[in-house]
């Protein structure tokens, strides 16, 4: 079993950063594709990026692409999403999620293991 429990949301402005970090207990992180996603009022929960096990792969949304940063520390069994120029179309809850997956994925549906979320609102 694995928990994650993410904080680090909040409201900004636009073209502010923030930092979301995403503690895990129960299994390392390290051994974990781990993956973030966000889900906006009214829509579908959408992937913004994920980090493969021993930090081999990193990928992000096209909508992200240039200004989230995904890393992870593995001592502290954290992973992060550093979030910068942040933009009102940002706003959602951000999910922080694990797979045991050794590739990557896209799909929510790859991830057995989900926090319960952290809100970001950015005003404009």
């Known amino acids: 079993q694995v928990q994650l429990v993410e904080s680090g949301g909040g409201l900004v402005q636009a073209g502010d950063s923030l930092r979301l970090s995403c503690a895990a207990s129960?299994?390392?992180?390290?051994?974990?594709?781990m993956g973030w996603f966000r889900q906006a009022p009214g829509k579908e929960r959408e992937f913004v990026a994920f980090?493969?096990?021993?930090?081999?792969?990193?990928a992000y949304a096209d909508s992200v692409q240039g200004r989230f940063t995904v890393s992870r520390d593995n001592a502290k069994n954290t992973v992060y999403l550093q979030m910068n120029s942040l933009k009102p179309e940002d706003t959602a809850v951000y999910y922080c999620?694990?797979?045991?997956?050794?590739?990557?994925?896209?799909?929510?549906?790859?991830?057995?293991?989900w926090g319960q979320g952290t809100q970001v609102t950015v005003s404009s």
């Open positions: 980090n493969t096990r021993n930090s081999g792969r990193t």
């Open positions: 999620a694990a797979s045991m997956l050794y590739s990557g994925s896209y799909y929510s549906s790859s991830y057995a293991y």
């Open positions: 129960g299994r390392t992180v390290s051994t974990s594709t």
